[in-house]
């Protein structure tokens, strides 16, 4: 069955950057788009990034210049650097495929950007 898996999160100073990777399998992650989203306390859950099949990237306007997400397909890896860390940053990282009408999620992981 899908399974993704995040690593990478953490404790951040305001600034500072991160690395997230998602490891995925049960699917062929060579031919599904794969997106990156955000949820913080209190609030709905946002598309922080997505990669299609062919590298090509997109983010919403309010993530363009600090997010940057790549793929690996021969190690069925998606990643997110993020760069100059903000407060508003924190939140559970989360990482989604949407095959057979159906979106899948990882557990996610936890980034608190804090001085």
């Known amino acids: 069955q899908v399974q993704l898996v995040e690593t990478g999160g953490g404790l951040v100073q305001p600034g500072g950057s991160l690395r997230l990777s998602c490891a995925a399998s049960?699917?062929?992650?060579?031919?599904?788009?794969m997106q990156w989203y955000r949820q913080a306390p209190g609030k709905q859950r946002e598309l922080v990034a997505g990669?299609?099949?062919?590298?090509?990237?997109n983010y919403p306007d309010s993530m363009q210049g600090r997010f940057t997400i790549s793929r690996d397909n021969a190690k069925n890896t998606v990643y997110l650097q993020m760069n100059s860390l903000k407060f508003e940053d924190t939140a559970v990282y989360y990482c989604?495929?949407?095959?057979?009408?159906?979106?899948?999620w990882g557990q996610g992981t936890q980034v608190t950007v804090s001085s």
């Open positions: 990669i299609s099949t062919g590298g090509s990237t």
């Open positions: 989604s495929v949407f095959r057979s009408q159906t979106r899948f």
């Open positions: 049960g699917f062929a992650f060579g031919i599904y788009a």
